[in-house]
């Protein structure tokens, strides 16, 4: 059986507990493990394992990182989850949960500079790789055996190890033969897992499956599958093809390939974008204020992470909101200037929602960005009503060059020295 010690990355062919050579239990074993080579790695808890880096104190505590007037859960450790705190949570309910939790502002010209650290070690291995946000990726290794002198499986443990001994940060491994399984497969063990899903076994692995593994398939898309008496992904091998497209639109031809584990798309570095967005549907209707403010702010943190991991900017800032009837309001704001910040993009938004007015109670909340440019078009220029603007996303950029250069740690803002 191919198997691999992830601690010292010696590959064996054996069935063995711990490893030969340094005797460590972490064995990674399967039979396709030096075949295959599409990749999904996500960082653990990525956002709070920054702050436990930074501040050793923090180690075994839970930490929340959100808060303030925005009073919604943006990350929590897994010490926090274990509690049952998650993300998006409002913030009063996550205390009710964990109330001796550590609550930190997010810092992400930080975790940026950190990303950019992460991406720089994945391009050492290939040059395809598709950032999903700052704490996730795909890779295709697929050529590189010969190049590394080891398959893509060795490569991606070193990768993992290199993080967590240079940069004091986990990921989690997902290595199968597309996109869709190795996203699946880096979900099915966390922290710090590594799962294989092979050709050979694909159909067994997801028939007994919830299709909420499905990446996308959100509260709404979950409650109009069971409505359709899907649950699992034997429920969906059930339909016809046309009959899946013909009741759910695209998204059924879609679910009739992932089903049985088919997925064409290509991992690519440089695959054009039109927009970037995010979005949740709330577990019951609101016209909470405070909660659409919180939401609001963490979609729009959310829009910045993915936009600085791609190195983009958009022009355009738009809002969606869907009502309890399922109808839609959409609004959008022209930029003067394109912009990759959190501040920006959130009072663009927030504004928006101003506009809108009392229109609710809404079901569904979204913040997008569109009309893309190269992040060396953001933000040139001032706003008359917000002067300190174009300074900080100098000193956003200039911060981030120097880390890239000088490592994570070579330039701190004040408020993370307290």
């Avoid at 990749?39 to 923090?58: G, I, Q, T, W």
């Avoid at 909660?291 to 993915?306: C, F, I, N, P, Q």
């Avoid at 009072?347 to 229109?359: E, S």
Wanted: contains cysteine.
């Amino acid at each position: 059986m191919p198997s691999l010690c992830r601690d010292c990355l010696t590959p064996s062919d054996t069935t063995a507990n711990r490893c030969a050579k340094c005797g460590s239990p972490r064995i990674l074993s399967h039979p396709e493990l030096f075949d295959l080579a599409i990749a999904h790695m996500d960082c653990d808890a990525f956002y709070a394992s920054v702050e436990k880096r930074d501040n050793p104190d923090l180690a075994d505590k839970p930490v929340i990182i959100g808060g303030g007037r925005r009073g919604v859960v943006s990350t929590a450790c897994y010490v926090a989850r274990i509690r049952g705190v998650r993300s998006a949570m409002p913030m009063f309910q996550a205390l009710k949960l964990c109330p001796d939790a550590v609550i930190i502002k997010p810092r992400m010209d930080t975790y940026v500079a950190v990303s950019r650290s992460i991406r720089a070690m994945m391009e050492e291995l290939t040059p395809a790789v598709e950032p999903l946000s700052l704490d996730e990726a795909f890779l295709d290794l697929t050529g590189t055996t010969r190049l590394h002198g080891a398959p893509p499986a060795v490569m991606l443990a070193r990768l993992v190890r290199r993080m967590k001994n240079e940069l004091g940060l986990t990921g989690s491994i997902g290595l199968s033969h597309n996109k869709f399984l190795a996203k699946v497969a880096s979900d099915m063990d966390k922290p710090r897992g590594y799962w294989v899903i092979g050709r050979s076994e694909t159909a067994s692995f997801l028939r007994d499956k919830p299709v909420r593994l499905i990446w996308g398939i959100g509260p709404a898309a979950q409650a109009s599958l069971e409505t359709a008496g899907i649950r699992t992904f034997s429920d969906l091998l059930r339909w016809d093809r046309s009959a899946l497209a013909a009741r759910f639109g695209s998204m059924g031809d879609r679910l009739w390939h992932l089903a049985r584990g088919e997925d064409k798309r290509r991992v690519s570095a440089h695959e054009p974008m039109k927009s970037i967005s995010n979005e949740t549907t709330f577990p019951e209707d609101t016209s909470d204020p405070d909660l659409l403010d919180g939401h609001l702010w963490r979609m729009a943190e959310k829009v910045s992470d993915r936009a600085k991991a791609r190195q983009l900017a958009g022009r355009v800032v738009t809002l969606k909101l869907k009502r309890a009837d399922h109808s839609s309001l959409t609004r959008r704001q022209a930029l003067r200037d394109a912009t990759q910040m959190a501040d920006k993009i959130y009072r663009t938004a927030r504004l928006l929602l101003d506009q809108v007015g009392d229109q609710g109670p809404y079901r569904l909340l979204g913040c997008g960005l569109s009309d893309l440019l190269p992040e060396s078009e953001a933000d040139k220029s001032g706003d008359l009503l917000d002067p300190d603007a174009a300074r900080r996303g100098d000193a956003e950029r200039a911060t981030d060059a120097i880390r890239r250069r000088f490592g994570p740690d070579a330039i701190l803002k004040g408020r993370a020295l307290r």
